[in-house]
């Protein structure tokens, strides 16, 4: 009897495995599927380590699903190759933006996350089941894109918990998942916080994932990412004025780093 079910299950992963080789569509459908579930149940046995170990929301518990998390590239053939992480090594508070590709972003975060720093999220994800709650427990502020005045006041506690805590707010000021190779324009607020802080901005830049990953192609395959966090852009002196600037600056530099990583050079040049 047990001999059986190894023949039917042995049958069942070489017909998988075949139809994963044959068709991209079941490939890319399998391996998203496998992604989801290993967060689910991740975050399931995660959530009461992080109890026990720190007793409640904080963004110390980043520790510990940093550590969960930086596992699942091995499942996926993903490598990572960072460059800069000696940027993150400022004195005080800062505001680290980055580019925002996909839903394979968590693994690129937590990759290079540096110690006390919490993110920016859609209050929607607090509703993503464990996966919530262990970001949630991880100290993930949420924001109500809908509402422009809750998000304004969400960010200005947000300033305030900089100021007290301590801590690094991590931002995608493009708003939203975008995986063309190039990035969407971005939104002002991440800058606004940085200027009313007086914090620097910390550019972090992923190379484009589409090589490997495009749900539009069915596309889901091993591959390597390249992270480069960039230097600190100051604010200090900076005003309401300035924001546009700091965003336009940001963003001209974030594109062409995105080109060079990504290896596109001509298109590189024509954003200059």
Known sequence: MELGWLLWGAAVLLLLHVLMELSPAVNFVLRIGFYYLLCIVCSALTAPVCLLVNGGRTVKNMRIIKTVVKTFKYFFGLRFEVK?????????????????????????????????CVQVGKKELMYAGTVGL??????????????????????????KTMATDNVKVWVYPEGTRNCTGDLLPFKKGAFHLAVQAQVPVIPVVYSSFTTFYNPKKNLFTSGKIKVEVLPPIETKGLTSDDVSDLTDRCFRTMRETLFRLSGSPSEAKDSS
Do not use: C, W
Request: net charge negative; hydrophobic share 50%.
């Open 84 to 116: 800069g992480l000696q940027n993150f090594e400022v004195e005080g508070p800062a505001i680290i933006v980055s580019n925002h590709q996909s839903i394979l972003d968590m693994m690129g975060l937590m990759e290079v996350l540096p110690d006390d």
């Open 134 to 159: 262990i970001i949630y427990l991880g100290g993930v502020i949420f924001i109500n894109r809908k509402s422009t005045t809750s998000a304004k006041m969400v960010m200005a506690e947000v300033a």
